[in-house]
């Protein structure tokens, strides 16, 4: 019968349906079950320090830095020094890549736990490291007698552990340094240079001001610049022992000395000696693409900039100078704010960690270091490299290495969640919306927080 | 009783009078769920899994890949005790601001749409066309266009209105208001488009009685057309809140980075930074336990506040004649 006939096909359909939904639900769950391989964890190729031509490995190397297209930038030297290691060790093929500065620590973040990634990784040689060290395998013996020749104070502290084991390297000496427009200074009627006292640095800017020029290049957007000044100018209030003891938690960040030091930046906002559209600029690129373009009369900049400014400056560019001495400084004379920069480790998971321990043991090397010397203005780590420039202004900054009192300031090896708290309220500080106490109250938590959650590594 | 089919009978008495085949039923339902059950499998295993692990995770000092020892409330109390968590709840407050915003301004382009309007495919596409693009792009197309020499600022000094030329975004005061405007023009599209979609499913008649008795076009919006459009208003409300704690994450991360201060940091964007930067991940996790409560809190309040204007007496009379 018809009704019959339709419920019967209706059963059948439904069924049909039935095995059909079925079959796609197990063919989804077959499929979707795989995880994919992340990162580029390199092959494996025996022991990796017995690497030959015969048994060849490949190391992958990952940072922010590898752009070698672009000329006198790090990518440049870090070519260099792969081909030259690569040259002298057939069996070891390098594999360099480049990942965004933006995500690249949530991407080692991420290799850390997965534990899986490139062999060698980037990061900076500061107590942040501590966050990612145990995804970090111990150096000490791979680098063995080069260390020697690398400084084992704030360029390598902190790398170790509280037993002296080695999780990084330090790929050059950081630091900054101030620039000039002497176009702009003459302009002004001022002595074109870097004025060597803080009190003569602001009765210039007022007369740079005056003149209807910017006379401090500044941005305070991301609110790192600001952490640049305070360093500079706190560095001067504090021993070499206490500015290593602040990213360890053993050294206040909210004392009297770092409050000052805050405050004196605040005067140049105050004073407003500084770029009318501060709030709207980052550093990078804008602030520093505003300096090359002749936007202001000083910039307080990184080592290794000197080159581009040269050339985006031309006649304009006067040159580099050492941050001002502050009345109160607890050294004699200007010294250079010098500080670990970026650096590598291997990463644990590596299979090929002796090849890659023998990759950085070369990478701190005098002739690598020389390399990345003459390629990219990179300032060399080890102490028996012996490098010259024909630029005044590189000339300059490897005299100004050698100046006793070298050593960095509270900011420099600050971790990422306690540098945050400082950047985030620079332009409240700056403006006066923020009390300067409560801000480095708050880091000074955050500090505290940190050194909690990642104690320096003890084994 | 046996199903006993007259020649006279219809089809549908005759269906009534016969007892359904238990078998048969239990098929059918079996069938009906194996439709939903991948979809269900796919929500449990990228939803409702991970919430419940993040659950977990919020009382332990979570490292992911490693040893998590378990805290207590330990997380709970660090983010009630953080002045960011504090700022990103006064954020989410105020962005909270932005959705009659974001409701009314496409359901009035729609309501305009409606009807006999000469190219109003044209304009629909042309009011979509942001909601094709990437957040991100255009929030770095904006963040040039917001700064203080950009181009807005530029446009207003050039006719006169240089008065109202700000720190779009880097202005605490006007930052979040700033990023109300610019989602509200990002989204209006598809509010146009939703509404739109709705509006031509409303019976003609509505319209052409209401136009007849005399209804201006705000009273046609106001007893026509908000009636009509309640259910997918609710719905639209629903997405909005959902984006103002998961959504604006794109918009944030490239227009301001949360800054200045933190006065534009979103709860999205705060468990990323406590993650990925900070390798807060026990905080993260309980901070997205609190932004799931705070939404079930509001859904939640929502839902009550519907069902007692649901329980008051309809207006049954329309515009005055």
Known sequence: MRHAAFRTSRVARRAATAATVGVLVVGLAACGGGSSGGGGSSNGGGGGGGADAAHPVTITIEDWLYTPATAGSAGVGLKAVDDAFMKANPGIKIVHQLQPYDNYFALLQSQIAARKGPDIVGNFGRPSAFQYVKGFAPITDAIGDERAKVPLTSLMSANLSDKGTLYGVPSGVGGYIMYYNKGLLKKAGVTPEIPKTWDAFIAAMEKIKGAGIVPLVTGTKDGSYVEWLWENVAAQLMTEQQAADVPLGKYPLNGADMVKAMEMVKTLFDKGLVSPDYQDVAIFPELVNSFGAGKGAFFLGLLGQETAFGKSLGANFGGNGLFPRISGSQYPAQFLDSTPGTGYSVAKWSKNQNAAGKYLKYFVSVDAQKLLFDKSTSYPVNTDTKVTSTFPSTENILKWLKLPNGHNGPDANLPTPVSAVLSQNATAMMTGKTSIKSVLDQAQSAMQAYVKQYPVPTS | ?321
């Open chain 2, 1 to 321: 009783m046996s199903a006993a089919v007259r020649a006279d009978s219809g089809p549908i008495v005759a269906a009534a009078s016969r007892p359904a085949a238990a078998p048969g039923r239990l098929l059918a339902k079996a069938a009906d769920l194996l439709f939903v059950l991948p979809l269900l499998a796919l929500i449990g295993v990228f939803i409702l899994l991970p919430s419940l692990l993040a659950l977990g995770y919020s009382f332990t000092n979570w490292d992911p890949g490693y040893s998590s020892p378990w805290v207590g409330l330990a997380n709970y109390q660090t983010l009630f005790a953080d002045p960011t968590f504090h700022k990103v709840v006064v954020n989410e407050a105020v962005l909270l601001i932005g959705i009659p915003v974001w409701l009314i301004v496409p359901l009035i382009i729609a309501t305009l749409l409606h009807g006999e309007v000469r190219g109003a495919g044209v304009f629909r596409s042309i009011y979509f066309f942001p909601a094709v693009l990437s957040p991100a792009i255009l929030g770095i197309l904006f963040s040039q266009l917001l700064k203080g020499d950009g181009a807005i600022n530029q446009l207003l000094r050039h006719i006169g209105l240089g008065v109202f030329a700000g720190n779009w975004l880097s202005n605490p005061s006007l930052v979040k208001f700033t990023i109300i405007a610019v989602v509200a023009w990002a989204s209006m599209g598809t509010g146009v488009v939703i509404f739109s979609s709705a509006l031509s499913a409303l019976p003609v008649e509505l319209f052409e009685v209401a136009e007849i008795d005399g209804a201006g076009w705000w009273q046609r919006f106001r007893y026509v057309v908000i009636p009509g459009l309640l259910s997918t208003v609710r719905l639209y409300v629903v997405l909005l809140v959902i984006t103002v704690f998961i959504g604006l994450f794109p918009w944030i991360f490239t227009l301001t980075q949360g800054g200045p201060s933190g006065t534009s940091t979103t709860v999205d964007y705060d468990i990323y930074q406590r993650a990925l930067s900070f390798g807060q991940f026990g905080a993260a996790a309980a901070e997205s336990v609190l932004m799931l409560l705070t939404i079930a809190v509001i859904f939640a309040l929502g839902t009550l506040v519907v069902r007692a204007s649901r329980s008051r007496p309809h207006r049954t009379e329309g515009p005055a004649s």
